[in-house]
């Protein structure tokens, strides 16, 4: 009978020990999705810093931004395709293989960029 009671004690320690944990892992999940989406932004942010650091300083800025602009529509990253489309003469120029960034777009199943 004392042997069951502490059993059942333990049981219910257990229960609420695994119970806290769940909780804190849940905890854990949301905040480490905030960080990956903040990442995110800070690497477009860094990105669109970098091409108007480029397009003022360097001839061959043209060739850098559409660059970004064609990896930025690879990886669906409207805001920085918006934002270096404004920074060349010819947004649908190709780069040196011949692939545009609306290619990669289409590629790459981005649909809001495409349009």
Known sequence: MYRNKLSLQQDARLHLQRDALQKRQAELQSVDQRILELQGRLNKKRSSHVILNHSNSNNNA???????????????????????????SNPSA??????????????????????
């Not at 293989?97 to 495409?114: D, W």
């Open 62 to 88: 043209g060739n850098h931004v559409r660059s970004v602009s064609s990896n930025a529509s690879l990886e669906g990253e409207l805001e920085l395709v918006k934002i270096t489309a404004s920074q060349v």
């Open 94 to 115: 190709a780069n040196d293989e011949g692939i545009t960034a609306l290619h990669n777009a289409i590629c790459a199943g981005h649909v809001e960029i495409v349009k």
